[in-house]
């Protein structure tokens, strides 16, 4: 990720709507939520959330796909991860014992589940 494309994720998720709007995908993940659904939700006009979704699409932080009537929201965790790292990428001068604790707090909620034998 480049300076431009980090800078256009995070001004899109700059303004509360679009941040609602995204957190809320993250949390629907990986059914995602049609469009009409999103804009009930976070109670906005349909038309608004619209250019809400675009410009959080534009910015790599959202994916749509048509099912039959409706366009399904996600997402687009890879965009998530690719921004997340690009803020982390020089964390703390190469410093482990200043980053572990970041780590740490991002792990437990991705933590993958124990197979079971």
């Not at 939700?41 to 608004?48: A, E, K, S, W, Y």
């Not at 366009?71 to 190469?94: H, P, Q, S, V």
Request: one cysteine or more.
């Amino acid at each position: 990720m480049d300076n431009n494309t980090a800078i256009a994720a995070l001004g899109a998720l700059a303004q509360t709507t679009r941040l609602e709007t995204f957190r809320l995908l993250v949390r629907h993940e990986p059914d995602g939520i049609p469009a009409g659904e999103l804009a009930r939700l976070i109670d906005v006009p349909q038309n608004t959330m619209s250019a809400h979704l675009a410009t959080l699409s534009r910015a790599g932080l959202v994916t749509s796909e048509r099912q039959r009537r409706s366009i399904i929201y996600r997402a687009n965790l890879n965009g998530l991860r690719e921004l997340t790292l690009f803020l982390l990428k020089d964390c703390c001068g190469g410093s482990t014992e200043l980053c572990a604790p970041l780590i740490a707090e991002l792990t437990p909620c991705c933590a993958p589940e124990a197979k079971l034998s």
